[in-house]
């Protein structure tokens, strides 16, 4: 997702946010993320599904055969910065 010019990154990165936090609650989604990346200003989004992924226009989907996950419990939920 393109950010668009004249648009601050903060805010930009603060509505993404807000959307990850939607995503992540939804009904079956394991672990969701989103990125910036400052090279091609754009916000990149992640959502991994417990099963089949619910389609939605304008989306790419792929299939995860196997996910290694040691430590996962390790890991902590929220911001990591």
Partial sequence: QPVAPGTRPA????????ELERTA????VHSAV????????????FTLWDAEAPEEPGEERYQV????????DKLPAGRHW
């Fill in 11 to 18: 805010e930009a990165v603060e509505r993404a946010l807000a």
């Fill in 25 to 28: 609650a939804r009904p079956g």
């Fill in 34 to 45: 989103v990125l910036a990346d400052p090279r091609h200003w754009e916000l990149l989004h």
């Fill in 65 to 72: 055969l196997h996910l290694s996950r040691p430590e996962l």
